[in-house]
């Protein structure tokens, strides 16, 4: 069995992305790691140059930004990245997620469990998604995912898809998942705020909104606006994120005292779907 890890990043210096922690954090379950590094402007390169494996496979591309409608373009570069894949199985991870080392023995195990098994065509991991700062993480199923694949088959009938979030067939039907006993830590909303905005702001362009739209959002996005259902995080950290996280200097208020207690955000947790639709009826 042989596993080929995979991922894209541009720009991940300027936007604070952890990508050579998440890179490292899977490169023990891989034979190989393809990383499509586009061209960038603030040193990404020289960061995926200073991890000193065999494994590392680079490729320096030039992204198309006329792909930005919907978030396309990340799928598609993923999807470059996916075909100098040569392994059996094909291990994603984005540049802002991170795999905990306790995981790596239940991973390994997964895939040669299904290795097999022609059912099995992708592994879906749990999510921890935190925010604000390295203590506090989301609470809120319906509002934040809870489980995406991962790893998948690399026999060629697999494709990411949309944004790059999610697998499929190349027609778009669902491949047949499984989910294993493994969650990926996911640091997409733990910047310093000033970063925090800029990287919103510069994702927003990736779904080809026009300049005045993309300029209202930046008028209107705050640091961290979805508090509410944060909860404190008593666990540890992966290792590779340890110096990070000792290196990390600004202030969050998470504002857990303000927050309803836990039996009443159980219940509007649950009444999420209908709260959002009323919502929408009013605007």
């Known amino acids: 069995m042989k596993v080929s890890g995979f991922s894209i990043i541009r720009n991940g210096v300027y936007y604070g992305y952890p990508f050579k922690e998440a890179i490292l954090s899977i490169l023990p379950a891989c034979d190989e790691f393809i990383i499509n590094v586009g061209k960038s402007d603030d040193g990404t390169l020289d960061v995926i140059k200073s991890i000193e494996s065999p494994k590392l ?9 006329s792909l930005r409608e919907g978030g396309r373009l990340l799928s598609v570069e993923t999807n470059n990245a996916l075909k100098e894949c040569t392994g059996d199985w094909a291990f994603y991870i984005q540049g802002d997620e991170v795999l905990h080392e306790k995981y790596l023995p239940n991973v390994k195990q997964a895939m040669e469990g299904y290795s097999n098994d022609e059912q099995a065509e992708g592994l879906r991991f749990r999510y921890k998604h935190f925010y604000g700062s390295y203590d506090y993480y989301q609470d809120n199923r319906r509002k934040w995912y809870t489980k995406e694949v991962r790893i998948v088959k690399n026999n060629g009938k697999i494709v990411s898809w949309g944004d790059a979030m999610d697998f ?3 027609d778009g039907t669902k491949i047949n998942e499984v989910d294993i006993d ?35 959002f930046a008028e209107q996005v705050q640091n961290f606006d979805d508090l509410g259902n944060l909860k ?7 290792k590779v994120m340890l110096d990070r996280i000792k290196d990390s200097k600004w202030d969050f208020d998470a504002k857990i005292d303000k927050q309803p207690s ?8 649950f009444l999420h779907p209908v709260t959002k639709r009323i919502k929408r009826m009013f605007k």
């Open 232 to 238: 404190v995080f008593t666990g540890t950290h992966p």
């Open 57 to 65: 496979k680079i490729m320096e591309t030039e992204w198309d930004m």
């Open 168 to 170: 499929k067939h190349p």
């Open 262 to 269: 836990e039996w009443i955000r159980k219940i509007l947790i």
């Open 182 to 216: 493994a969650e990926i830590y996911h640091y997409g909303w733990v910047r310093p705020p000033e970063t925090m905005i800029k990287k919103r702001v510069d994702f927003d362009r990736l779904y080809n909104k026009s300049d005045v739209e993309v300029q209202k």
